[in-house]
Each structure stands twice: as structure tokens, then as C-alpha cells.
């Protein structure tokens, strides 16, 4: 249950590299962006404190910013104030704990609990937790380990990021999972305890993202009227597949016979720009060899507000990573009335439902991305009836609103929990079902597993 105004709680928000301020798309910033600055607003709302501590990367920032709806950034000093890669941190977290320690020692009223974000801040709060006695919450975004067994020597973390992720696991006071996948793979790769694990996903706002008329949208964005549009956006790394996505789309076109363009937004920059996103360059040279450069545009990154607009002006949305611990971005293209093809992993199987919402494919197969491609692009009905249905799955189960809620919930057991029994247990409350899935704190993967077919009401 939330936290009363009377009785208000105070949050640290632990995000190292993953500011709210960042604009969305480039390497290191994309959905924990979006979630850290989300939940903060809604928990403020709810009545809680909040303040969220990332690292400074900008000299002209300032120590303290009051930011939306009264959630507070604080820029914490360590290593030079610049852009630094997140693979590179590591060594900077001993500045980032000594600072966050002096300032919460300052502070009249302590933090009641730390949400920690990413594995590098996960160590700062197990370090605090030692220091200062303060609970705290894990949402990881990624896992190393899965991350090496995908990405191999391409992984630029360092191995000690594994013993790292065991040690606070075991030692946080509960741990989020973003879907049933990631709790499985804590509890088999990291020995993770079922019962600290919550699994609570991602969101979107429906104050930000709604339909639009689709005439409207692409009007608005210069698209033309009379081809399918076919739509990439997100982070423009080479796990997330895009060029997965390329390959299809040159299929759809050249073998299928579909009049098609392709449109991909996100990179470091407005105007997309090979020497400040590579990935950009890749896919454009893909493109190319293809014989379809003409047909694919690079939007370059867009502004939140445009979001909807390109959601709504695609008749599909694809997006096929190797691996993904939940992935925002097909959320919010359901949540614009958008069908969306998806790799089957991670969170993109629970948030799509197969034949209903969308598709699941395997990722790395262009050829069965085009099939599903053509099968949408030739059923102006099926196009239809899964963007209803996508619309009303993601408003009744996946609102940051309800997202804020599930996490308020945790924080309330946990700090209960820890009232009465002085840090020695994590309350069994944290296995009792409630309404799912969107605030539900499941008894096990497995279960969960079970609910992502769920049928639709209605």
C-alpha cells in the first residue's frame, strides 16, 4: 500500500549512468532512462520522496535539480564530469558511494529505502545498506551473464560484474524482475531466493502515447499515404537486431512483393550521423548491399513527443533483439495501436501475445520476420483487430501508473517486514498473488510462465 502523506517515505533512486534528464536512443541511454524517471514521478504522486542520484556527466549540471512533479536529481561528482562508457564505471562507484554516504548522513530525515538500478549501483547500495542500515531493491535491466552468452568477447564489462551481481542479490532485501524470464534467470544463473524475487514490468504512459488517426501521423511526418510502413526504434546497438529487422524488410519488398518503406528512428543525434552512432553506418552500408537504401529512411533521434507519431504512422513494428530483458519501446507501439513483430525473448514474450497482439519470432531469422511481415501487410482486417487488442492489453495490465503501484507495494512489505523482524528475513508476503500480471508479486517463474497466454477480456 502506498505510503501516506503523513507518514512519508523517503526514496534514494540509485541510477549511475542512466540519468532521466538524457535524451532516449543513443548507446547508453534507452529504457532505464525511461524507467527510472517514470517511476519517480508516479511514486511522487503517490506521495513519496524521491530522489534520484546519477552520475555527473556535465560540468554545467547543477549539485541539486528540482525536477517534475518534485522529484529531485542529484548529480553525484565522480570521475571527470564528461560522458564516460558504462563498461568504464566500474572504477568511478568508490567516489559515487563516499559522496552518497556524506550526503545521506547530512540529511535530516533519513532515506527510508534504496531502488537501486543496474548492477554498478547495486554495489553502492549493498555498500550503504552495510553502512548506514538502509534496506534496498534491485532492478537489474540486464544480467552479465546473460549478456556474455550472447555478446561473447564483444561484452566490454568486466568478469568481476559476476560476483558483483551474486553478492547483491544476496544481500538486497528483494529483487525485481522485469518478466518471468529474467526471474528465471536469476534463480538458475545467480541462485537467486524465489522468495525475495517480485517480478513487476515496464510501462508506458497513456498521457504521452495514444493513437492516432494514421492519415494524421504520417501526414505530420511527411511519410507517404500508399505504402505499408514497416517501424525500428530504440537504441541503435547491434543487439538489438536492426539489422535483423533490414534484412526482412528487403525481403518483404524484393521477394514478397509488398510496396513497403522502412523507417528506423533513434541514434546519438537528430540527423542520423554515422560518426556519432556506428551502428547507424552499419545498417545504412546493409542497406545498400541490399538494393533497398531508397526505400529504408533513418529518422535519426526523435523527441518523446514525436513518438506517437511514428508509432502511429507504421502499420507494423518490429523489434528483434538477441536478448531483451523487457523492452519498452513494443509497449509502447501497442499502446499507439500499433502491431508489433518480436523476438521470442526476455519481456518481449510476455507483453505480446502470439496470433493476438502480434507475432513472436526467433531472432536472427530474417526470413520468418518477412513471412510474418507479409502476413500483416496483406490483412488490412488482422492489422486491425491486433491493434485493438494490443491497445486494451497494455491499458489494463502494463501503466506505469500500476508499475508504480507493484513497486510501492514491495517497498511497503519489505519495509514492514523489516520494522518488525530488524532486517533478519524478507517477509513471505512477498510470494502472495495479487491482480495479474501487472501488479502481481508471483509465487514462482513458473506460474508465471503460465499466465502469459492468458486469454483477453473482452
Request: proline share 7%; with cysteine.
Amino acid at each position: 500500500m502506498p505510503a501516506s502523506r503523513n507518514t512519508r517515505r523517503r526514496i534514494a533512486m540509485i541510477s549511475d549512468h542512466a540519468s532521466p534528464l538524457a535524451p532516449v536512443g543513443s548507446v547508453d541511454s534507452g529504457g532505464q532512462n525511461i524507467y527510472v524517471a517514470q517511476v519517480a514521478r508516479h511514486l511522487v504522486r503517490m506521495g513519496y520522496g524521491v530522489d534520484v542520484f546519477t552520475r555527473r556527466d556535465d560540468s554545467n549540471l547543477p549539485d541539486i535539480l528540482p525536477w517534475e512533479d518534485g522529484v529531485r536529481i542529484i548529480h553525484v561528482p565522480a570521475g571527470p564530469a564528461s560522458f564516460i562508457p558504462k563498461e568504464q564505471l566500474l572504477p568511478h562507484m568508490e567516489e559515487f558511494t563516499r559522496y552518497l554516504r556524506k550526503f545521506m548522513k547530512r540529511q535530516d530525515n533519513r532515506y527510508d529505502f534504496i531502488h537501486a538500478h543496474f548492477w554498478m549501483s547495486a554495489l553502492v547500495a549493498a555498500d550503504l545498506k552495510k553502512d548506514l542500515g538502509i534496506p534496498y531493491t534491485i532492478t537489474f535491466h540486464a544480467l552479465g551473464r546473460v549478456r556474455r552468452q550472447h555478446q561473447g568477447e564483444a561484452d566490454g564489462f568486466p568478469d568481476v560484474r559476476f560476483e558483483i551481481e551474486e553478492r547483491t542479490i544476496a544481500e538486497a532485501d528483494a529483487v525485481i524482475a522485469e518478466c518471468p524470464q529474467d526471474a528465471l534467470d536469476l534463480q538458475l544463473l545467480y541462485g537467486a531466493d524465489a522468495a525475495k524475487l517480485a517480478i513487476i514490468p515496464c510501462g508506458f504512459d497513456p498521457s504521452e502515447l495514444w493513437p492516432l488517426k494514421q492519415a494524421f501521423a504520417r501526414e505530420s511526418l511527411g511519410l507517404p499515404h500508399d505504402e505499408r510502413i514497416i517501424l525500428q526504434l530504440g537504441r541503435m546497438v547491434p543487439r538489438k537486431g536492426v539489422d535483423n529487422a533490414v534484412q526482412a524488410f528487403a525481403r518483404l519488398v524484393q521477394m514478397h512483393g509488398v510496396k513497403a518503406r522502412m523507417v528506423i528512428v533513434g541514434g546519438g543525434s537528430e540527423t542520423p550521423d554515422p560518426k556519432v552512432t556506428p551502428e547507424i553506418g552499419r545498417l545504412q552500408e546493409l542497406a545498400r548491399e541490399l538494393g533497398v537504401q531508397e526505400l529504408v529512411t533513418f529518422a535519426g533521434r526523435q523527441g518523446r513527443k514525436a513518438l506517437k507519431y511514428y508509432y502511429s504512422a507504421a502499420d507494423v513494428f518490429v523489434s528483434t533483439p538477441w536478448y531483451e530483458p523487457f523492452g519498452i519501446t513494443p509497449v509502447e507501439s501497442m499502446a499507439c495501436g500499433t502491431p508489433v513483430i518480436g523476438s521470442n525473448v526476455g519481456g518481449i514474450k510476455y507483453t505480446i501475445q502470439d496470433g493476438k497482439t502480434g507475432y513472436l519470432v526467433p531472432p536472427q531469422e530474417p526470413d520468418i520476420l518477412a513471412v510474418r511481415l507479409e502476413e500483416l501487410c496483406r490483412s488490412p482486417s488482422l492489422l486491425r483487430r491486433f491493434g485493438r487488442q494490443s491497445i486494451r492489453r497494455v491499458n489494463e495490465f502494463f501503466t506505469w501508473k500500476s508499475v508504480a503501484e507493484s513497486i510501492a507495494s514491495l517497498y511497503e512489505k519489505v519495509l514492514t517486514n523489516t520494522e518488525e523482524a530488524g532486517y533478519t528475513r524478507i517477509s513471505h508476503a512477498l510470494n502472495t498473488s495479487q491482480r495479474l500480471p501487472a501488479q502481481s508479486l508471483w509465487r514462482s517463474p513458473i506460474s508465471a510462465r503460465e499466465l502469459e497466454n492468458r486469454p483477453l477480456k473482452g
